[in-house]
């Protein structure tokens, strides 16, 4: 039997790609595998795939969550006086248009990716399991940002709040996104059935109804502690504090870093529960 070389074990991966094989012969020869994609090259990959093919599905749900959001302002708009209150639902109503799509939809999606068998094609493609997450969340993330914007401007106009701080928001929704959409992707992977997913991005998306939406001076005290640890609460904090005569800009920072501490944290968390199925 012809040993080449006689330092590589069968199947054992080397540094520069290859991988030793046993032919039907008996003689072990090394296979030069294709180089593993890198990380960002990957993920716009992955990313221009997930937004082509989530256009045409994805846009109406989005028509249906920034009319869900104005039509809940509305409907506030006979309860709170103004002021802090009416900062808290605009706010609120704008950051949850970024719930329903970057947790609740995307945990529906990575649910039915998993049961259907979606998962083994990714697993067979040179891609890291990072570029495949962050992929889909960015690009389900990306769907937010025209009802996000027209939700937040609607609701200046209705509680007559300035909209002189509305370019705040092109740094809450990608951080907000991102912490909500690894929570969606964490819940959709980590699910057994894709029905327990559905429902886990429902009560989700409900969580982030009651402690975004509603002004938290009127939830009750244990309510509030359960905001905190809401990921979009700290969006909601930020983009709401924008709304006053004088905005503490250092707060704004320090909810929008808590929010990017969450965002990575959530994402870490949907990437390791990405392998842990793939390999199931």
Known sequence: ??????????????????????????????????????????????????????????????????????????????????????RAV?????????????????????????????????????????????GAAAAYASFTVPGTLVTAVVGSVLFQLPLTHLWILVAVIPLAGAALAGLGAALGLLAPRPELATLLGQLGMSAALLLGVLPPDRLPTFVQWARDLMPSTYGVEALGLTFGPDPDWGLVLL????????????????TWAYRRAAVR
């Open 90 to 134: 605009v706010a609120g109503s704008s950051v949850l248009v970024v719930a329903f799509v970057a947790l609740n939809l995307l945990a529906q999606y990575f649910g039915q990716l998993r049961a259907s068998g979606g998962l083994d094609h990714y697993a067979t493609l040179p891609v890291p399991p990072a570029a495949v997450v962050l």
């Open 1 to 86: 039997m012809s040993v080449v070389p006689a330092e590589v074990l069968p199947g054992a991966a080397r540094v520069d790609g290859s991988r030793s094989v046993d032919t039907e012969d008996g003689a072990r020869v090394v296979a030069l595998l294709g180089p593993r994609a890198r990380l960002w090259p990957a993920l716009a990959a992955v990313y221009r795939a997930q937004l082509s093919r989530a256009r045409v599905a994805r846009i109406p749900l989005l028509f249906v969550a920034t009319f869900q959001s104005i039509g809940i302002m509305v409907l506030m708009r006979g309860v709170v006086d103004g002021g802090g209150e009416a």
């Open 255 to 270: 909810d929008l870093a808590v929010c990017a501490g969450v965002g990575v944290a959530s994402l870490a968390v949907a």
